[in-house]
């Protein structure tokens, strides 16, 4: 019970003292008490590198999906442009617009 309330990342430091001044039998104590705290250390430093790379991949598709959304804004603009350059060249010319 008091293993279980002790950082998983300071349990190595912990189990090397208490083999140290308690002898084997108390180490093995404390390593049954502490077995699940050391695993979830090991699995956590890979969690968390999945986790980044996970990450960096929805940025990196987000990026994409930013990029492609801002060149139809720009073909959209491009061609609201176009319209209004033409519309001020038929009014020049005479033709009045239509409302619709």
């Known amino acids: 019970a008091l293993y279980s309330e002790i950082n998983p990342l300071h349990l190595p430091e912990v189990l090397a003292i208490v083999g140290r001044?308690?002898?084997q039998s108390e180490l093995y104590v404390a390593l049954?008490?502490?077995i699940a705290g050391?695993?979830?250390t090991v699995n956590r430093k890979k969690f968390l590198q999945d986790r980044v790379?996970?990450?960096l991949s929805i940025i990196q598709e987000h990026t994409a999906t930013v990029e492609t959304l801002r060149t139809e804004i720009a073909a959209i603009e491009e061609a609201e442009?176009?319209?209004e350059e033409l519309q001020?060249?038929?009014?020049s010319l005479g033709f009045k617009r239509r409302r619709t």
Request: proline share 0%; hydrophobic share 20%; glycine share 6%.
């Open 32 to 34: 049954v008490s502490s």
């Open 88 to 91: 001020n060249e038929f009014e």
């Open 38 to 40: 050391l695993f979830s």
């Open 21 to 23: 001044h308690h002898g």
């Open 53 to 55: 790379e996970h990450h």
């Open 81 to 83: 442009e176009n319209r």
